[in-house]
């Protein structure tokens, strides 16, 4: 019997076909083998995580809930009322006993960080862990060994053994395409798809991925961190970081602690882009395009920096993103003119840094219905943000934050991170309500302000110096984001 090695925590969902299926013919192998069209795979599933079983192991080993008295264990007992048998076990002993197996189990598991096969613990192989492929690669559950399962994504064991009950057509003809050789670079580290590479060309890609990010490195230092394909990041590894692994449900876990931390890569992630184009100027690596690129219809990253435009192409290829492009272009040429109007544009980290902010507002304006600005500005607590100023500085202000945030050293940011290092110059710091002011005449009606103090604290020795980014979203019409309803516009 073949097994292929996943992550436990690529396993989110159970596949309700199997349950229907061991339900009309009285056996959980009926499937076993099957290639299957339709939309088994996109029926609502359940998640593992918010199961019964997952409540009670969490109060089992994180709370320290003994078992007899968790709520799976009074359910067990009633179906051994009802039915006289569950799991094998008939009265509450045997029942206890079984349970008190899987605190061996877990003793195992977190001693040796390996999950043994049936195979391999001389047990028939009906005892193993069964998933089931959807269209587009994703792992179902399908039955057996769930607690294993559970007791696998508790501990983080890297590597679980599975076996395939079914797969998709359309994920079938996947496979047979990667037979030839063609196989997309998103999906060249897929359990599935492991037969149709040697380990040696999966070896070659990582590498490569990697000789390249270490060659843009000594050009020029990474402003983002970012995760590529077989565990590659930009900068260095990171939980945090959405990675393309991910399951959905790891997925929308990384992005409501973005979004609870109010940083910019959650605020994005909450634009409803489904079918939408979108600009990003001063796009740098595209860190900000990618993010929106998940949902929207088409992106567009300009910039004028051509290493940064060139890492950012990098990235797309290794994540397969068609649906994005880069372009070197300056904000002032007629290729920018040009561009036709789009649904969004997001400019982050921009106003500050322009020479002309005001007459900038107003020609995105005619790109795009909406806008999300990010920039610097003066804490509201020295200044009223409702009152529409604009500050001039000249000279240097050196982000010491985002050199310690980034991995970076002092002399390593002065080398030429986000624009200059040390040296470079900060020119505009604006009021909400001036930069409202100036959309409000170029026909945006509606804002929501979203203040980031909290992920900027003062690192520097001049606490006056501290100048904190806060973002707002402009729109055309009405809208509602993240529990904030837009505000209409007040200046007059």
Known sequence: MRYIYISPR????????????????????????????????????????TSILADMLREHFDIGVAWQDTNLFAHKMDQIAKRGKI??????????????????????????????SAQERGQPFTDDLFVSIGRDGRFLFAHGGSHRLALAQILNIPLIPVHVVMRHNKWQDIRELALKGYIHNSLKTHPDLNEFISQGQQMTTNKTLQTKVDALTARQNWMHNMALPGGIYTIKHSATVIAPEDGDLERQRKVRDLQMKGTKDGLIYALPLKSKTVLDIACGEGKYSFIAGTTAKHVLGIDIDDIRIEKAKFIKDALDAYNIEFQIMDLYSDAFKALPRFDYAL?????????????FISTMAEKAENILFEWKTIPAKLLNHDIPWAYHRPGGLYEWHNASLNFEERAVAAKGRAGGGIDRASYWYMSYAAVEAICQRAGFGYFIRYSRDALYPDHSRNPERTTPRVMLLASRSPVKLMGQSSTKASVK
């Open 10 to 49: 690529a396993v989110e969902y159970h596949c309700r076909h199997h349950i229907q299926t061991r339900k009309l013919h009285g056996t959980k192998l009926f499937d076993w083998g099957k290639l299957k069209g339709g939309d088994w795979d996109l029926e609502e599933p359940s998640s593992l995580k």
């Open 87 to 116: 799991d094998g076990c008939r009265n509450r002993d045997e029942l206890l006993a079984r349970y008190a197996r899987l605190d061996i189990i877990y003793d195992e598991l977190q001693n040796s960080g390996h999950l043994l």
């Open 347 to 359: 400019c982050l980290g921009l106003l500050h840094r322009l020479p002309d902010p005001f007459n």
